[in-house]
């Protein structure tokens, strides 16, 4: 997105504070909640291994996928180093951020995405509702002039992907 494009973005929500207020809560919750639903998968199948509900190989899966998609993903957006939107000149970000680079892909929608994967074998409804959680992360991203909409359609589809392909295989 170019400056022009984004400074529509940017006058909309500085002139609706209660909605830039919104899009940066957005921001901080949804990686925590992203962060709990985790915690609370790594509970269930720890809980459900030791009474014989969930096979052992299930929770070593849930531990080894998640970590290798994000390992690679950021490994990933090293080896590209994007910039980000915000280091075009006369582009300034509704969310104040100074990191350079490695932009792509969104590590906090990959994050969201491969959480959600992760859930599929345990509960399809909380991994629906975890990806449907993750769209809005992108979109959030996206708004906030942080990362461009490919940044986040790709840390959507990597995360998602991978991380299916690791659960349910």
């Known amino acids: 997105m170019r400056p022009q494009q984004y400074r529509k973005v940017y006058d909309w929500f500085t002139a609706r504070p209660a909605a830039l207020r919104a899009l940066r809560l957005t921001g901080r919750a949804l990686p ?73 892909p969104s590590r906090h929608v990959l994050s969201g995405a491969v959480i959600a994967a992760a859930w599929l074998p345990v509960s399809p409804a909380a991994a629906g509702l975890l990806a449907a959680l993750t769209a809005a992360l992108g979109v959030q991203r996206v708004l906030a002039g942080v990362h461009t909409p490919a940044d986040a359609a790709a840390g959507a589809l990597l995360g998602f992907g991978l991380g299916a392909l690791g659960m349910l295989l």
């Open 32 to 104: 925590v909640l992203f962060a709990g639903a985790y915690l609370a998968l790594l509970g269930l199948l720890a809980a459900g291994t030791a009474a014989g509900v969930y096979p052992m190989r299930l929770a070593v899966r849930a531990v080894l996928v998640p970590g290798a998609v994000f390992g690679g993903g950021s490994a990933l957006r090293a080896a590209l180093d994007r910039p980000r939107p915000y280091q075009q000149p006369g582009f300034v970000p509704l969310l104040p951020k100074d990191t350079q680079g490695k932009s792509f």
